[in-house]
């Protein structure tokens, strides 16, 4: 069974420009969460999905990030405009009936 | 709110030593904890999970038990590999919720 797919696994942009990040998570799985790590740190949530629907973005900076789950399956995650402090890895999960499932993250480094 | 706190690394032990790693929780709730391994490069890997109070997971020689009195989920290791070199994450998950909380996690070294 494949896992949770996230694309780019790098990506380097210039501060101000946009970057999305994709991922395709578990067949069948309903949950999806976007989590941000910062280096040295654990990841902290920026929004969960069940199924189409946005349950919980009270941690996704509203004005520069936004989110999409279109059709309940794939999920894209947007920047626009990128700041040098988003240099982070950017996390996506999916659950089904059990523990959630991690992807290999997206490495953003903005310069 | 919720919270996990885990102790600090870097945590260098050498080949065949015992490992603890300290977690403690805060939660309103009754949650699910957990333990994932992060290794250079890659995503979070699930290494064990407990549900309830008392219950131990384990996996890889690794182990954890869910201690409700002293709301802790301290994870062990008999004897340490120089592949057990990795962060470890300490985490809750709301069963009403299913959101995840994350300590900061503790990075293990072993030497041979």
């Known amino acids: 069974e494949a896992g949770v797919v996230q694309s780019p696994r790098y990506k380097i942009i210039e501060k101000k420009q946009p970057v999305a990040f994709w991922c395709n998570p578990i067949?069948?799985?309903?949950?999806l969460y976007w989590y941000l790590q910062n280096l040295g740190q654990g990841p902290e949530l920026l929004i969960r999905y069940e199924n189409e629907e946005a349950v919980d973005d009270s941690q996704l900076p509203k004005d520069r990030f936004s989110a999409e789950r279109l059709k309940g399956v794939d999920s894209t995650l947007k920047i626009q405009p990128a700041e040098l402090g988003d240099s982070a890895v950017y996390l996506c999960?999916?659950?089904?009936?059990?523990?959630?499932?991690f992807g290999q993250g997206t490495r953003l480094t903005v310069v | 709110g919720d919270s996990v706190t885990q102790m600090e690394g870097p945590v260098t032990l050498s080949e065949e030593a015992c490992l603890t790693i300290n977690c403690t929780y805060t939660a309103t709730g009754y949650p699910s904890l957990f333990w994932y391994v992060q290794y250079p490069g890659e995503g979070l890997q699930l290494l064990l999970k407990a549900t309830k109070a008392d219950d131990k997971g384990s996996n890889k020689g690794f182990e954890a038990t869910y201690r409700k009195e002293t709301t802790s989920f301290h994870l062990e290791k008999g004897s340490v590999q120089v592949s057990d070199s990795a962060v470890y994450f300490c985490?809750?998950?709301?069963?009403?919720?299913?959101?995840?909380?994350f300590g900061t996690g503790t990075r293990l070294k072993v030497l041979a």
């Open positions: 985490a809750l998950s709301d069963r009403g919720t299913y959101k995840y909380i």
């Open positions: 067949s069948g799985h309903n949950t």
């Open positions: 999960a999916s659950r089904g009936d059990g523990e959630a499932f």
